[in-house]
């Protein structure tokens, strides 16, 4: 059964970092792409990051730019999305998700079948 499982989301301060982690049982990332979604309330799901099992890798919106990365463990098939410099507009639930695919990675929620829970992560001072 595939299964993804958000964690590292909780408060915190402007300026802060944050890694979260997006573990995939079931299967296996390298012939996946992964992305990192956020919603915030009253919006609408939003892609923020993604990746492939070969690497590469896209970002989406232009307000994480310079800010967030996303990166990859083959050995813990697992997925991280770096946050630094978190401003209060991060406040969201991040939801990673998956899709199998021979290469590349979409940032488009309807291209992804597979989804996390989500963690919240609220940035506030």
């Known amino acids: 059964q595939l299964q993804l499982v958000e964690s590292g989301g909780g408060l915190m301060q402007p300026g802060e970092s944050l890694r979260l982690s997006c573990a995939a049982s079931?299967?296996?990332?390298?012939?996946?792409?992964i992305g990192w979604f956020r919603q915030a309330p009253g919006k609408e799901r939003e892609g923020v990051l993604c990746?492939?099992?070969?690497?590469?890798?896209?970002r989406s919106a232009d307000s994480v730019k310079g800010r967030f990365a996303i990166s990859r463990d083959s050995a813990k098939n697992t997925v991280y999305l770096q946050m630094n410099n978190l401003k209060p507009e991060d406040t969201a639930v991040y939801y990673c998700?998956?899709?199998?695919?021979?290469?590349?990675?979409?940032?488009?929620?309807?291209?992804?079948?597979?989804w996390g829970q989500g963690t919240q992560v609220t940035v506030s001072s």
């Open positions: 998700a998956a899709e199998r695919r021979p290469y590349g990675c979409s940032v488009s929620r309807i291209d992804y079948s597979f």
């Open positions: 079931g299967f296996t990332l390298d012939y996946y792409a």
């Open positions: 990746v492939h099992g070969g690497g590469a890798y896209t």
